[in-house]
């Protein structure tokens, strides 16, 4: 089944650090890009980073910028999100995301993960 699992998520205090990982399987993510994205109960969820398919285009969100770090290994089909300095605004479940998977001939379509809680708290 297609799936991505995210992980690496805890409790950090403020300033601290955390790296997540986002593994995909079933498919092969090299062939798209991949984002991480962040929700806190009751709010929308909002877009963190996204990587391109070779990990050279990275994009962040103005909040994260400088201090978390988006990055892949399509090797591991696997994406990470390096987050240093953290804040207590940084506490959220963090979910990945690839867009219109597709498998051989079949649209799998849009693919999320369960997501990994991340808080951050003196």
């Known amino acids: 089944q297609v799936q991505l699992v995210e992980s690496g998520g805890g409790l950090a205090q403020p300033g601290g650090s955390l790296r997540l990982s986002c593994a995909a399987s079933?498919?092969?993510?090299?062939?798209?890009?991949m984002k991480w994205y962040r929700q806190v109960p009751g709010k929308e969820r909002e877009l963190v980073a996204g990587?391109?398919?070779?990990?050279?285009?990275?994009n962040y969100a103005d909040s994260v910028k400088g201090r978390f770090t988006a990055s892949r290994d399509n090797a591991k089909n696997t994406m990470y999100l390096q987050m240093n300095s953290l804040k207590p605004e940084d506490t959220a479940v963090y979910y990945c995301?690839?867009?219109?998977?597709?498998?051989?001939?079949?649209?799998?379509?849009?693919?999320w993960g369960r997501g990994t809680q991340v808080t951050v708290s003196s």
């Open positions: 990587v391109s398919l070779s990990g050279g285009n990275i």
């Open positions: 995301n690839v867009n219109g998977v597709r498998i051989g001939a079949l649209w799998r379509g849009d693919v």
């Open positions: 079933g498919f092969t993510s090299s062939g798209y890009s």
